[in-house]
């Protein structure tokens, strides 16, 4: 399966058209941002890293009958997939307080939280990808009915119950960590993007530290190294 045409281009990856209507290929760019885009770097690697930590966090969803846009690791750097209409709608899982959820309700940053805590922001930079509700996501016509809110909660809330004691026994904590959804072309609504350090957070256990894409944010350094880090342990 050959690249065809640039369908689009993120912040993190390459969106290509191939011979198939039915499937895309997504380049895994090495390129960082942070807060809306508004901090950038590039780190060396990073893209095959996220790649490959995404290939196998969905095959373990898949194997536990999740549906998901993946269908194979092309190379390092490259994934084919489903093609999908994306829905508009970042779904935000969260186990521990830090981040934006510490600074916006003064939660103590690392508060382990007493239920899942499940937002969403409406996927759009230009508005600084802002908090949503139910009725906001209906007014805006992200979602065709409320149903479809309702299964994007208990789709994340499944995620979670696989994912978080999945990372629990290899010592890491999931912190929090973002979902996209789409729908293929029979409607069905199905996990894609990615799933890597990039959108979730991951702390070790027993030292604390941090991860994943934080150590950007906070210009901690050795990025790769954690990346390479979180793809060893699900390697095993």
Known sequence: MQKRKLVYEGKAKRLFSTDDDELFISEFKDDLTAFNGKKKSSESGKGALNNKISVELF???????????????????????????????????????????????????????????????????????????????LLLGLVDFQDELDKLRRMARQINDILRPYFAKKNLNLVDFK?????DSSGNIIVIDEISPDNCRFWDMTTKEKLDKDRFRQGLGGLSMAYQEILNRILG
Do not use: C, W
């Open 59 to 137: 095959k373990l969803l898949q194997s536990h009958g999740i549906p998901t846009h993946f269908v194979k690791m092309i190379d390092d750097n490259h994934m084919l997939h489903k093609k999908t209409n994306v829905i508009l709608i970042e779904v935000i899982v969260r186990n521990i307080a830090t981040g934006s959820l510490s600074k916006n309700l003064g939660i103590k940053d690392g508060t382990i939280l007493p239920f899942t805590l499940v937002e969403f922001d409406y996927k759009n930079d230009a508005l600084g990808d802002p908090k949503l509700n139910d009725q906001h996501a």
């Open 179 to 183: 979902l996209e959804f789409g729908k």
